[in-house]
């Protein structure tokens, strides 16, 4: 595809740019609804618990031994599994959203 059939679009398309793709604010939906669930005691469990360690850890640019979005990458299929236990739509659609243009 050369620069000349690129067509300019509001909508953000990966494959050709990332510019005007919000990674770290899709994220963030995405890990406001996770916590949701994770956080609540009668919810989360050892998983979770293991992830949010990890998630931490690739929080923290000092100490990062891995990236916060191929964290969220290798959950997907978890997460997809939680929201829809959940019956959270709107969590899907964010995460639908975050797998789109992010992954």
């Known amino acids: 595809m050369t620069a000349s059939t690129v067509t300019t679009s509001s909508a953000a398309d990966r494959y050709v740019s990332f ?7 899709n994220m963030q939906i995405v890990l ?21 360690e990890r998630l931490a ?8 031994v891995q990236d916060k979005l191929l964290l969220l990458h290798s959950h997907v299929y978890y997460m997809v599994e939680l929201f ?13 959203k975050l797998e789109e243009e992010c992954f």
């Open 84 to 96: 829809e236990e959940h019956e959270d739509e709107q969590a899907l659609r964010d995460l639908k």
């Open 57 to 64: 850890k690739a929080s923290d640019d000092s100490v990062r």
């Open 32 to 52: 406001q609804h996770l916590f949701r669930y994770i956080d609540d005691p009668a919810t989360g469990n050892a998983f979770w618990d293991r992830f949010k």
């Open 19 to 25: 510019n005007g793709i919000d990674f770290e604010g």
